[in-house]
């Protein structure tokens, strides 16, 4: 029963950064119905900010103000040199656009940086490991599962209670009505992807913290996670994807788990097993109310 109660929290741990990154997924695809593949170069791009703040002598709490910063300004970058051009074209040619940055990205960290992985050192306080009622608790785990509850309460809040987030759950629901009572597309559409960089940072700072290193290629196979914790909650809505976030973490982390050891490359296949039954049973998700964006 431990071992299971284990697993659980790991996959907790784990789920907390897909949670995040699914959910700044969601934050664009909701308004410009765009699935953005080179979210996941977000994260790479926060994993060598660090590395090189890391070279520089700096301490680890800029590598990680300077990361997540990084990746809010590289989120405005996509949105006004490469989407708002696309604005008006059809959702698959802005698909093939993220899809083609997202390559430029990686390939530019392999060829001018290393296609090997680099390690990004973490303090020593945080592998400090206790023990609670026979499960072994780090340190580490509590502070992810902390900054997650964090992050997304004080998504909720900037939805709730800023002139701003109004307006961002208004265009999701009708964009074009809003744009008719005199809200400025760009600024809300920016301020989209800019609030989803910086949640791609929180979400790459804790991911690496995890990790201890970054790779130019982590971040497509992480971004294909954070599209199936959108699909299981249902695409666009927000909370589904906080939800099929901390499932996709839990059914991994249990996978790699309790499967044997010659079936556990099986794991991503699985996932997506899950993600065809699901989609048979409720093709909008398990949660796909009206509104994408009901907060």
Same mark, same amino acid.
């Given at each position: ?85 696309? @604005? ?90 809003? @744009?008719?009572?005199?809200? &400025?597309?760009? &600024? ?101 109310? &009206? ?5």
């Amino acid at each position: 029963m431990s071992t299971v109660v284990q697993q659980l929290l790991n996959g907790l741990t784990l789920g907390s950064t897909y949670a995040l990154m699914a959910l700044g997924i969601a934050m664009v695809f909701s308004i410009l119905h765009l699935a953005n593949f080179a979210h996941g170069e977000l994260l790479t791009i926060c994993g060598y900010v660090m590395l090189g703040l890391r070279y520089a002598g700096t301490p680890w709490i800029v590598w990680v103000v300077g990361g997540v910063a990084a990746t809010t300004v590289a989120a405005l970058a996509m949105e006004r040199l490469a989407f708002r051009p696309m @604005r008006h074209a059809n959702p698959v040619s802005m698909m093939v656009a993220s899809l083609g940055i997202s390559i430029l990205v990686s390939y530019a960290f392999e060829a001018f940086v290393s296609a090997r992985a680099r390690a990004i050192p973490q303090p020593g306080w945080m592998n400090t490991t206790f023990t609670v009622l026979g499960l072994q608790i780090r340190l580490q785990y509590i502070l992810i599962i902390l900054v997650t509850i964090v992050a997304l309460l004080g998504t909720l809040m900037l939805l709730r209670r800023t002139v701003i987030g109004t307006a961002m759950r208004a265009a999701a629901e009708d964009f074009d009505a809003v @744009r008719l009572m005199g809200v &400025k597309a760009n &600024k809300v559409i920016a301020t989209s992807f800019a609030l989803s960089g910086f949640l791609a940072g929180i979400a790459a700072v804790l991911i690496i913290a995890i990790r201890g290193s970054v790779t130019p290629h982590m971040g497509f196979a992480l971004v294909l996670n954070g599209f199936i914790a959108n699909v299981i909650g249902g695409l666009g809505n927000l909370w589904g994807a906080v939800l099929g976030g901390f499932i996709v973490g839990i059914l991994e982390t249990g996978f790699r788990a309790f499967l044997p050891s010659s079936a556990s490359g099986f794991t991503n296949g699985l996932l997506f097993l899950i993600v065809a039954a699901i989609l048979v049973l409720r093709p909008d998700g398990l949660m796909a109310p &009206k509104s994408a964006v009901r907060v």
